[in-house]
């Protein structure tokens, strides 16, 4: 009779444990959680109904749910089941979630630029290498002229004609002319350079006159700065001197060293109209550290349209070649028919034209330019 009565109560004890661990495979817990979503509709309705119909072909697959062993009792006594553990997930799924971590912060692109620069293809970090500096700025201009025109004193209206030509022309001025000091007043306020052509002695003196207040080499020391100063009082505006005619005082060391003492007095530049190739002025001129050039062209010594435009073709060629050169002209129609005309020429051929004062100083004197 005691075996009859354990019987049924031990299958109601099996069927428990049954039914719990039903439940807690097909993820319905005592807290309530929803049924797995990887499992298949029916397999859901069973674990509800609490039916132990056997698994799908797909549920199958998945490892056996192996039920903890009751603890050993006497006989006659029920079995208490273990608590069940929670089964793993199937192994695809597991592995999935092993394989798959979450994925890393994408870093900015400045920094990935930044770690791709600090390496080499070797992938061994290397220092970043030092910024190149920038490359010294070409200049467009790599040969420079002058172009001086003399003799201006006589004639305003033709003063005011080459005030046109769109060059910065330096207006070298006669002094003690009839206009010298309007001209020099007019060519300063248009903005060009104003120099004293001032009269020298000339061979064949004085059959060749040339003009009031040259310097001669029979003056004395105080007359040579008497004449000297009473031609620069023209004008303030005048940065240089240079000479008109000149051929046999040019030659006089001792006229041309007073002429240049002066000169460095008042800081002015001294360009050497270079009437004879014997003068001293350039060599004595650089020795007493008086701001110096020579002429290197006549534009116009033979008036003709064909030989002035000749001659800028030789200035140019002369500067490419030595990097400045210096040209003389005339206050003729002729040149200025020609110097309007190729006003452009030096631009294109890129050559700057500059005052004499800016060629002279751009080549390392001190000369004042106003």
Do not use: C
């Amino acid at each position: 009779m005691k075996a009859g009565h354990s019987l049924p109560l031990l299958s109601a004890w099996v069927l428990a444990v049954v039914l719990l661990a039903g439940l807690i495979y097909w993820g319905v817990g005592p807290e309530g959680t929803a049924p797995s979503k990887s499992q298949p509709p029916a397999a859901q309705s069973k674990g509800k109904t609490g039916k132990t119909a056997e698994p799908q072909k797909k549920a199958s697959a998945d490892p056996p749910v192996t039920l903890p062993l009751a603890r050993s009792t006497p006989a006659g006594e029920a079995t208490i089941p273990s608590p069940a553990r929670r089964p793993q997930p199937p192994p695809e799924t597991a592995a999935h979630e092993e394989a798959s971590p979450p994925p890393p912060r994408p870093a900015p692109q400045e920094e990935k630029e930044q770690v791709v620069s600090l390496h080499d293809h070797s992938g061994v970090l290397t220092k970043p290498p030092l910024p190149q500096p920038p490359p010294p700025p070409i200049s467009p201009y790599l040969a420079k002229i002058a172009i001086v025109i003399d003799d201006f004193g006589l004639d305003l209206e033709v003063a005011k004609k080459f005030l046109k030509i769109p060059l910065p022309l330096t207006f070298s001025i006669l002094p003690h002319q009839k206009y010298s000091r309007e001209i020099a007043e007019l060519a300063y306020s248009h903005h060009h350079e104003v120099i004293l052509h001032l009269p020298m002695q000339p061979q064949g003196y004085p059959m060749k006159n040339p003009g009031k207040g040259a310097l001669l080499t029979s003056m004395s020391h105080e007359l040579l700065k008497k004449a000297i100063s009473s031609a620069l009082e023209v004008s303030p505006h005048f940065t240089g001197v240079n000479n008109h005619m000149g051929s046999r005082f040019t030659e006089d060391r001792h006229g041309m060293h007073v002429f240049l003492r002066e000169l460095k007095e008042k800081g002015l530049y001294f360009l050497d109209s270079s009437t004879s190739p014997r003068s001293v002025g350039l060599a004595l001129a650089e020795e007493l550290q008086v701001p110096t050039a020579k002429r290197d062209i006549f534009l116009d010594h033979v008036p003709t349209e064909d030989f002035v435009r000749s001659q800028i073709a030789t200035l140019i060629r002369k500067a490419r070649t030595e990097g400045k050169a210096v040209a003389i002209g005339h206050p003729y129609d002729v040149t200025l028919k020609v110097l309007t005309q190729e006003a452009n020429r030096f631009r294109d051929e890129g050559v700057a034209v500059l005052s004499a004062g800016e060629l002279i100083t751009r080549n390392g004197s001190t000369a004042r330019v106003r």
